[in-house]
């Protein structure tokens, strides 16, 4: 959520950076509902004023043995002005808080310009892509071929959008998980979370998840929200809380099942595990000082591509332009990962700056040292990475002409010494 005194101070700057992303200018309407706000919290404040005024009035006459019975009246008059102002005052509030909900984030000013993907920008390259000497497979043949990916019978089960690994694929599933998280906690100090995987609608506000993209996401009948990714319970652990400065930054990470409804999605990636309702994604959160944020966001980025390259996957960091970002991103880059059964490169991680956008939907700040005030934190969040389509790479990347699949280096230790899926190299 944006803050209401930058709005009035810049209200160019909101619609400047709402253009940029190829939405309406709202600050006119947002100021509006501001100024009938603050003119009847002026307005009650006035008469309560007023009524400590009259009551030395009343003082005064009652004193003297006058008739203080035109100054009650007046006094009760006022109160019940006074009362409706407040009412007034906190439905117009209401209402601002509705209209600030959805706004996104504006753009940092070193993101590009464009309405799409195709104003992206190609920051690095890493990694070469692997040469065949055979047509390379896409990972549904390669999965289907050796048996253990069954999307026939998880649509059985389930419906469209599901996949059922078994035997080796559901293994290699697991190692992929436990190898990024213990990249992640040994190396580079992020703390290890078990977070709960269905959360309360305050909960998916503060991360900005509702009540834009309600759509997106699947909801119980007790009216808890399935997480789309550990972003939103990680983010949340700092929520209504204020943080030592010293303590900052917090770092986080968990591997969680997430849950989304694909709802914007239709026609896209229907094939193979590309784009499902349920899959495993490793998280990183951080919850850092205003001044580390940028810095924290070149760093979360390099530790994801850090999963990328000991895996030994060709991929490239992509810099997405200003109407390509999530709604709470003021910066992202995305990870594109090679994938050689679809000749084309793919998202396989997106690592976002937010500034304080979340932090002031959740109430979470820190109490700088020596100071007395607090002020709001920086969150970031990235994929480190999503397993599912880490897999589909490994899949894709890793396959012989025979149909077997090698296991990279870095995942041997966790397959049982394992060389191949399907047989010896």
Request: proline letters at 5%; one cysteine or more.
């Given at each position: 959520?944006?803050d209401?005194?930058?709005?009035?101070?810049?209200?160019?700057?909101?619609?400047?950076?709402?253009?940029?992303?190829?939405?309406?200018?709202?600050?006119?309407?947002?100021?509006?509902?501001?100024r009938?706000?603050?003119?009847a919290?002026?307005?009650?404040?006035q008469?309560?004023a007023?009524?400590?005024?009259?009551?030395k009035?009343i003082g005064?006459?009652?004193?003297?043995?006058?008739?203080?019975?035109?100054?009650?009246?007046?006094v009760?008059a006022?109160?019940?002005?006074?009362?409706?102002?407040?009412?007034?005052?906190?439905?117009?509030?209401?209402a601002i808080?509705?209209?600030?909900?959805?706004?996104?984030?504006?753009?940092?000013?070193?993101?590009p310009?464009?309405?799409?993907?195709?104003?992206?920008?190609?920051?690095?390259?890493h990694?070469a892509?692997?040469?065949?000497?055979f047509?390379?497979?896409?990972h549904?043949?390669?999965?289907?071929g050796l048996?253990?990916?069954?999307?026939?019978?998880?649509?059985?089960?389930?419906?469209?959008r599901?996949?059922?690994?078994s035997?080796?694929?559901?293994?290699?599933?697991?190692?992929?998980?436990?190898?990024?998280?213990?990249?992640?906690?040994?190396?580079?100090?992020?703390t290890?979370v078990?977070?709960?995987?269905?959360?309360?609608?305050?909960?998916?506000?503060?991360t900005?998840?509702?009540p834009k993209?309600?759509?997106?996401?699947?909801?119980?009948?007790?009216?808890?929200?399935?997480?789309?990714?550990?972003?939103?319970?990680?983010?949340?652990?700092?929520?209504?809380?204020?943080v030592?400065?010293?303590?900052?930054?917090?770092?986080f990470?968990a591997?969680t099942?997430?849950?989304?409804?694909?709802?914007?999605?239709?026609?896209?990636?229907?094939?193979?595990?590309?784009?499902?309702?349920?899959?495993i994604k490793?998280?990183?959160?951080?919850?850092?000082?205003?001044?580390?944020?940028?810095a924290?966001h070149?760093?979360?980025?390099?530790?994801?591509?850090?999963?990328?390259?000991?895996?030994?996957?060709?991929?490239?960091?992509?810099?997405l332009?200003?109407?390509?970002?999530?709604a709470s991103?003021?910066?992202?880059?995305?990870?594109?990962?090679?994938?050689?059964g679809?000749?084309?490169?793919?998202?396989?991680?997106?690592?976002?700056?937010c500034?304080?956008?979340?932090?002031r939907?959740?109430k979470?700040?820190?109490r700088?040292?020596?100071?007395?005030?607090?002020?709001?934190?920086n969150?970031?969040?990235g994929?480190?990475?999503?397993?599912?389509?880490?897999?589909?790479?490994?899949?894709?990347?890793?396959?012989?002409?025979?149909?077997?699949?090698?296991?990279?280096?870095a995942?041997?230790p966790?397959?049982g010494?394992?060389?191949?899926?399907?047989?010896?190299?």
């Amino acid at each position: 959520m944006l803050d209401l005194r930058w709005i009035r101070e810049q209200p160019d700057a909101l619609d400047r950076g709402l253009a940029r992303r190829g939405m309406a200018p709202q600050a006119d309407a947002i100021l509006a509902l501001d100024r009938e706000w603050r003119a009847a919290q002026t307005r009650a404040e006035q008469l309560q004023a007023e009524r400590n005024r009259i009551a030395k009035e009343i003082g005064a006459a009652k004193a003297k043995g006058g008739d203080a019975g035109p100054l009650l009246a007046r006094v009760a008059a006022s109160k019940d002005e006074e009362a409706r102002l407040e009412a007034e005052a906190a439905r117009l509030r209401e209402a601002i808080d509705a209209a600030l909900a959805p706004v996104p984030n504006p753009p940092a000013d070193d993101v590009p310009d464009g309405a799409d993907e195709t104003a992206n920008v190609v920051v690095r390259e890493h990694g070469a892509k692997p040469g065949f000497d055979f047509p390379p497979r896409d990972h549904v043949a390669i999965g289907e071929g050796l048996g253990m990916m069954d999307f026939a019978r998880a649509g059985k089960l389930s419906g469209t959008r599901f996949v059922v690994l078994s035997r080796d694929l559901a293994r290699l599933e697991r190692a992929l998980a436990q190898f990024m998280l213990d990249l992640h906690t040994r190396e580079f100090g992020y703390t290890e979370v078990s977070p709960p995987l269905l959360v309360r609608d305050e909960t998916a506000f503060g991360t900005g998840q509702l009540p834009k993209f309600a759509a997106d996401l699947f909801q119980t009948k007790g009216g808890l929200w399935l997480i789309p990714t550990a972003e939103v319970p990680l983010t949340n652990l700092v929520a209504d809380a204020i943080v030592e400065e010293e303590a900052l930054p917090l770092r986080f990470t968990a591997a969680t099942p997430c849950f989304r409804s694909e709802a914007g999605a239709a026609g896209k990636d229907t094939r193979g595990m590309i784009r499902q309702h349920q899959f495993i994604k490793v998280e990183l959160v951080s919850i850092v000082h205003p001044d580390q944020a940028a810095a924290e966001h070149e760093r979360m980025t390099r530790c994801a591509e850090t999963v990328l390259q000991r895996l030994g996957l060709a991929y490239r960091v992509v810099l997405l332009c200003a109407g390509d970002m999530g709604a709470s991103a003021r910066k992202t880059f995305d990870l594109e990962v090679w994938l050689p059964g679809q000749n084309a490169y793919r998202e396989i991680s997106s690592c976002s700056e937010c500034g304080d956008y979340q932090a002031r939907r959740m109430k979470a700040r820190f109490r700088p040292k020596g100071e007395k005030g607090a002020r709001l934190v920086n969150t970031l969040n990235g994929s480190g990475l999503a397993v599912g389509r880490t897999l589909v790479a490994v899949l894709e990347n890793y396959q012989r002409a025979d149909g077997r699949v090698a296991v990279p280096a870095a995942l041997r230790p966790y397959m049982g010494g394992m060389e191949a899926i399907g047989g010896d190299v």
